[in-house]
């Protein structure tokens, strides 16, 4: 039996591991046991436990709850945490998403004390080293054993990092396995569009025509912070609307 701790902190990890956590409970249940680790770095009930709750994820066997505070605070107060959990469970593999700060709490705990990554969402880069998130991606990349990339930029990327694409078992990280493996955001559409379409209520709240609208998130502060930036934004997006 195969033993794996997941770490999840905010809300797109959640949805990540569902895909992951839906394959162990239908496929593979008799050789793999996971064990979920939520580090709490999003902790209100509308951006954590809805998600869990709608998308049949287990309930966490540990939970951190460590909040909001700064980068370091955060990351340290995560790391003491996840090491602490890895101690006690002694996984097989620690499964890491994304490019949070739990992601790289994650990395630096169970490398440090070599037990192997796997992460998913590898070799995505912005090439923008004033976002946290790209010191975040990197870093765990490069502590990483295996590492699953959803697209082939990112396989791209990772070459040009000098991640070897013929390596041979054993894995390690000073020997790691690279694969082209596809998205789990992408299943996760899939396998959720039907449940979706049963029970969104959003068209008939907001009164919106299913023909005639556009879905658009703007989260990054770099965008919400800057006048100029988001004014751009809301143009463009009026442009669209007025050839529409």
């Not at 999840?8 to 979920?36: C, V, Y």
């Not at 658009?216 to 529409?244: G, V």
Request: hydrophobic share 40%; with cysteine; charged share 20%.
């Amino acid at each position: 039996m195969i033993k794996i701790l997941t770490v999840i902190g905010a809300r797109p990890q959640i949805i990540k591991a569902a895909a992951l956590s839906r394959a162990i409970k239908t496929t593979f249940p008799d050789q793999i046991t996971e064990i979920i680790l939520h580090t709490g770095q999003h902790y209100d009930e509308n951006m954590s436990k809805v998600f869990f709750d709608e998308l049949g994820i287990p309930q966490p066997d540990y939970n951190l709850k460590v909040g909001s505070t700064s980068h370091a605070k955060q990351t340290a107060r995560m790391m003491e945490g996840i090491e602490n959990a890895l101690l006690n469970e002694k996984p097989d593999f620690v499964i890491l998403y994304g490019d949070t700060n739990s992601t790289l709490a994650g990395a630096l705990a169970a490398s440090k004390i070599h037990i192997p990554v796997a992460h998913v969402e590898a070799g995505l880069r912005s090439f923008n080293k004033t976002m946290p998130e790209e010191i975040n991606r990197i870093c765990c990349d490069h502590v990483s054993t295996l590492l699953f990339t959803p697209t082939a930029t990112g396989l791209k990327n990772l070459l040009k990092e000098g991640f070897c694409p013929d390596a041979k078992p054993p894995y390690s990280n000073d020997n790691p396995a690279i694969f082209h493996c596809g998205d789990v955001m992408y299943d996760n559409s899939l396998h959720f569009s039907e449940l979706a379409r049963q029970k969104s209520e959003v068209f008939t709240d907001y009164q919106i025509r299913k023909e005639n609208f556009a879905l658009c998130t703007i989260h990054r502060d770099n965008n919400t912070d800057q006048p100029e930036r988001l004014s751009a934004i809301f143009s463009a997006l009026n442009q669209i609307a007025l050839k529409k």
